[in-house]
């Protein structure tokens, strides 16, 4: 049975650094049967988008105003399920794990069908988390460099 994996954490555990080895190696792993989608020319835009932002759309009923990262989210799954090469695929997008209000079940459901569906979060120890997004947050608001 194929497997999917939905990576989730809170921002601020370390979600971008999984995401960038995804990213640099997912030839790799398409070769050993491991799905990261991702479409090259979204990436080389260098918008900071992460490259499973727009996924949120498809999952969750907002109206958020995201990138398109070049994936039809609505296929990518079946796309998935109907390569006899590949038997895993990790989708990466931390804000799925703290936006369950406006979660659309159905569209997880669809997604999911016929597979083993496993969600991997990361956590942080919440003070150490807090002041790390503290930090971040003054940082990006003002800018001191």
């Known amino acids: 049975m194929k497997k999917i994996i939905f990576h989730t954490g809170l921002p601020k555990t370390g ?9 640099a190696n997912r030839n790799k792993l398409r070769e050993l049967g491991i799905l990261f989608p991702a479409n090259p020319e979204f990436l080389g ?29 609505t296929n990518i799954f079946d796309e998935f399920r109907a390569d006899a090469n590949l038997h895993t695929m990790i989708v990466s997008f931390e804000t799925q794990s703290v936006s369950t209000k ?15 569906a496993e969600f ?8 150490s988390w807090l002041n790390s997004l503290y930090i971040e947050t003054l940082t990006s608001l003002y800018p001191f460099s």
């Open 120 to 127: 991997v979060t990361y956590i942080r120890e919440p003070l």
């Open 45 to 73: 835009k260098g918008n900071g988008q992460p490259p499973h932002a727009d996924m949120f759309l498809h999952f969750f009923k907002t109206s958020a105003r995201l990138e398109p990262s070049g994936i039809d989210w």
């Open 102 to 116: 406006r979660l659309d079940a159905e569209a997880y459901r669809r997604a999911i069908s016929d597979s083993q």
């Open 15 to 23: 979600t971008s650094s999984i995401q960038h080895f995804l990213l």
